[in-house]
């Protein structure tokens, strides 16, 4: 014989998500432990035993308690369960059908929504199938508004994630916006510093450990009582080598937000999924940045590169730079025994006819330095001439580039405007009825999707406008170094971010010869798209190598 149901376990299980949040009080979590336990003591029920998930969606089915309450349906310790309505216990109808129609049944639990007047003991409701349906119906379209007001925000280029990334804060003043924060944003500029000064990640976590330095997920842990992350509260100081990683090529750290990296193809379904490239939006500057972008690019030319360091831990610092000149392909570096070489990729994975463009570090090391110590030495002691030289090189193309710019924005701009005022006019059309809310979806989608489309292309004009417009910044800063570095001795990372964009090396012109050298074309900062040929054995005046 069965055991009684009033020797076990009756669960008063409440529910509370956010949307149900701003449904008003008559939802909040007190409100449902106060019906609860009154109609559990009018009833007569005992051994009562509340299951509450605060903060949790009806459509999730991972939530805490919601979980241990089934555990101790199926172990045979639960024999009632009361909710206020049907929607606490599941906005999935699925999920709300089969625990109505076979969990509970199959444990003989009965279940109790006081306020749907469902009671498992009076025989099955005709209405609970279509209240489990509507409690989906309206799930979905939540669902589809809230997704509809953060695909606005994120077009408007408003953050649209939850998370605040580690080295940031609320600002205090407005907390739609983020500024850095005292305490993490120099650990980030450390983080950074020590990778482009040519330190692998590995090294930058045991760094960061030996000066026990809190792992984000044990820093937002001791700050906020946050979980996020898993902290390991036994090892505050462990820093992964994935969220390193991370950090280094997140793009909120040179002030920019990043929107729709990843999405989800259903509401009930929770895992997230890598979007297109082409359907992430970037606006850059939208906050103020931690790092400055030409670290950060540098940092992003070295991941590009091959990331893997060496034994003591330090990464190739050509990784990034070195290009073939022939087929485009990168070159990396092998390490010998004697002398390390580098070497065409293509080459070495025999995608290509292209050779092998052999050259070694040592030699390559002796050529840029040589090269540097002319360039710099000239910006250094003929600065206004250096400055003169360089800014007349591509004006032309400047201007065309910028008129060209200015004609494609009053376009893009009078189009947008148009499908805007489309939009309106489709949405009243709606509303009087004269397009049905099937056509209104499909016509607004596609004018919202071309609207989207031209928003990118803007973003691309301004990056293209703002290149030529920073041209003047990037000459007067190579002068700045070349003043602040009179002294060149050897090629460092740093050295390499100051003063040089790229290099490409050709093959030698006798192959496997011990005397002739590789030509190179050196790509240097102040000049973004003029590559300077220089050999091995000798470099031409200075004049020679910027032609006006």
Same mark, same amino acid.
């Given at each position: 014989?069965?055991?009684?149901?009033?020797?076990?376990?009756?669960?008063?299980?409440?529910?509370?998500?956010?949307?149900?949040? $701003?449904?008003?009080?008559?939802?909040?979590?007190?409100?449902?432990?106060?019906?609860?336990?009154?109609?559990?003591?009018?009833?007569?029920?005992?051994?009562?035993?509340?299951?509450?998930?605060?903060?949790?969606?009806?459509?999730?089915?991972?939530?805490?308690?919601?979980?241990?309450?089934?555990?101790?349906?199926?172990?045979?310790?639960?024999?009632?369960?009361?909710?206020?309505?049907?929607?606490?216990?599941?906005?999935?109808?699925?999920?709300?059908?089969?625990?109505?129609?076979?969990?509970?049944?199959?444990?003989?639990?009965?279940?109790?929504?006081?306020?749907?007047?469902?009671?498992?003991?009076?025989?099955?409701?005709?209405?609970?199938?279509?209240?489990?349906?509507?409690?989906?119906?309206?799930? $979905?379209?939540?669902?589809?508004?809230?997704?509809?007001?953060?695909?606005?925000?994120?077009?408007? /280029?408003?953050?649209? /994630?939850?998370?605040?990334?580690? /080295?940031?804060?609320?600002?205090?003043?407005?907390?739609? !916006?983020?500024?850095?924060?005292?305490?993490?944003?120099?650990?980030?500029?450390?983080?950074?510093?020590?990778?482009?000064?040519?330190?692998?990640?590995?090294?930058?976590?045991?760094?960061?450990?030996?000066?026990?330095?809190?792992?984000?997920?044990?820093?937002?842990?001791?700050?906020?009582? @946050?979980?996020?992350?898993?902290?390991?509260?036994?090892?505050?100081?462990?820093?992964?080598?994935?969220?390193?990683?991370?950090?280094?090529?997140?793009?909120?750290?040179?002030?920019?937000?990043?929107?729709?990296?990843?999405?989800?193809?259903?509401?009930?379904?929770?895992?997230?999924?890598?979007?297109?490239?082409?359907?992430?939006?970037?606006?850059?500057?939208?906050?103020?940045?931690?790092?400055?972008?030409?670290?950060?690019?540098?940092?992003?030319?070295?991941?590009?590169?091959?990331?893997?360091?060496?034994?003591? /831990?330090?990464?190739?610092?050509?990784?990034?730079?070195?290009?073939?000149?022939?087929?485009?392909?990168?070159?990396?570096?092998? $390490?010998?025994?004697?002398?390390?070489?580098?070497?065409?990729?293509?080459?070495?994975?025999?995608? @290509?006819?292209?050779?092998?463009?052999?050259?070694?570090?040592?030699?390559?090391?002796?050529?840029?330095?040589?090269?540097?110590?002319?360039?710099?030495?000239?910006?250094?002691?003929?600065?206004?001439?250096?400055?003169?030289?360089?800014?007349?090189?591509?004006? !032309?193309?400047?201007?065309?580039?910028?008129?060209?710019?200015?004609?494609?924005?009053?376009?893009?701009?009078?189009?947008?405007?148009?499908?805007?005022?489309?939009?309106?006019?489709?949405?009243?059309?709606?509303?009087?009825?004269?397009?049905?809310?099937?056509?209104?979806?499909?016509?607004?989608?596609?004018?919202?999707?071309?609207?989207?489309?031209?928003?990118?292309?803007?973003?691309?004009?301004?990056?293209?406008?703002?290149?030529?417009?920073?041209?003047?910044?990037?000459?007067?800063?190579?002068?700045?170094?070349?003043?602040?570095?009179?002294?060149?001795?050897?090629?460092?990372?740093?050295?390499? $971010?100051?003063?040089?964009?790229?290099?490409?090396?050709?093959?030698?012109?006798?192959?496997? @010869?011990?005397?002739?050298?590789?030509?190179?074309?050196?790509?240097?900062?102040?000049?973004?798209?003029?590559?300077?040929?220089?050999?091995?054995?000798?470099?031409?005046?200075?004049?020679?190598?910027?032609?006006?």
């Amino acid at each position: 014989m069965k055991e009684s149901n009033t020797n076990k376990i009756t669960a008063l299980y409440c529910r509370l998500s956010q949307e149900d949040l $701003r449904a008003g009080e008559s939802l909040s979590i007190e409100n449902q432990r106060l019906m609860l336990k009154e109609y559990a003591d009018k009833n007569g029920f005992c051994n009562c035993q509340y299951y509450v998930d605060d903060g949790y969606s009806g459509v999730s089915n991972n939530r805490p308690d919601y979980v241990r309450m089934l555990n101790d349906i199926e172990n045979g310790l639960v024999g009632t369960v009361i909710v206020k309505d049907q929607s606490r216990l599941s906005r999935n109808y699925l999920e709300a059908g089969r625990l109505m129609d076979l969990v509970f049944p199959a444990h003989d639990v009965r279940f109790i929504a006081i306020t749907d007047a469902v009671d498992s003991a009076q025989g099955s409701s005709d209405w609970s199938g279509l209240t489990n349906y509507l409690n989906d119906f309206y799930a $979905r379209d939540t669902s589809k508004k809230v997704r509809a007001v953060q695909r606005a925000k994120g077009e408007r /280029g408003e953050r649209v /994630g939850t998370t605040i990334a580690y /080295g940031y804060m609320k600002d205090p003043n407005d907390p739609k !916006q983020i500024v850095p924060d005292p305490e993490t944003a120099p650990v980030i500029k450390r983080i950074f510093e020590m990778y482009s000064s040519g330190m692998g990640i590995k090294r930058i976590c045991a760094a960061l450990e030996a000066d026990e330095v809190l792992s984000p997920s044990v820093y937002a842990f001791n700050k906020t009582g @946050s979980r996020a992350g898993n902290p390991k509260l036994d090892k505050p100081y462990a820093w992964s080598i994935k969220t390193v990683r991370h950090m280094l090529s997140n793009r909120v750290y040179c002030g920019d937000t990043v929107n729709f990296k990843t999405y989800t193809k259903s509401y009930k379904l929770k895992k997230r999924i890598k979007n297109e490239p082409e359907n992430v939006l970037i606006f850059e500057n939208t906050h103020e940045a931690i790092i400055d972008r030409a670290t950060f690019d540098l940092v992003q030319k070295h991941f590009a590169g091959r990331k893997r360091a060496d034994k003591s /831990g330090y990464m190739d610092k050509y990784a990034g730079y070195l290009y073939c000149a022939d087929c485009g392909a990168r070159l990396y570096l092998q $390490r010998g025994k004697t002398h390390n070489v580098f070497r065409c990729s293509r080459y070495e994975s025999r995608k @290509s006819d292209c050779t092998i463009h052999y050259i070694r570090e040592e030699l390559l090391d002796a050529i840029v330095l040589k090269s540097l110590k002319k360039v710099t030495a000239f910006a250094r002691e003929h600065s206004e001439e250096f400055y003169s030289i360089a800014m007349s090189y591509g004006e !032309q193309k400047a201007r065309d580039t910028l008129k060209d710019a200015e004609n494609l924005r009053n376009e893009y701009e009078a189009r947008i405007a148009q499908l805007e005022n489309a939009i309106s006019t489709l949405y009243i059309d709606r509303v009087t009825g004269r397009v049905s809310p099937e056509r209104y979806d499909s016509l607004a989608a596609g004018y919202e999707k071309e609207q989207s489309e031209l928003k990118q292309k803007l973003q691309e004009l301004d990056s293209q406008v703002s290149y030529f417009a920073t041209r003047e910044k990037c000459i007067k800063d190579f002068i700045n170094n070349a003043e602040k570095n009179v002294e060149i001795s050897e090629v460092t990372p740093a050295i390499l $971010r100051a003063f040089i964009r790229s290099i490409e090396v050709y093959e030698k012109a006798e192959k496997r @010869s011990r005397t002739c050298t590789n030509h190179i074309n050196i790509h240097f900062t102040f000049s973004p798209d003029k590559a300077i040929r220089i050999d091995g054995t000798m470099l031409e005046a200075i004049r020679t190598l910027i032609p006006a």
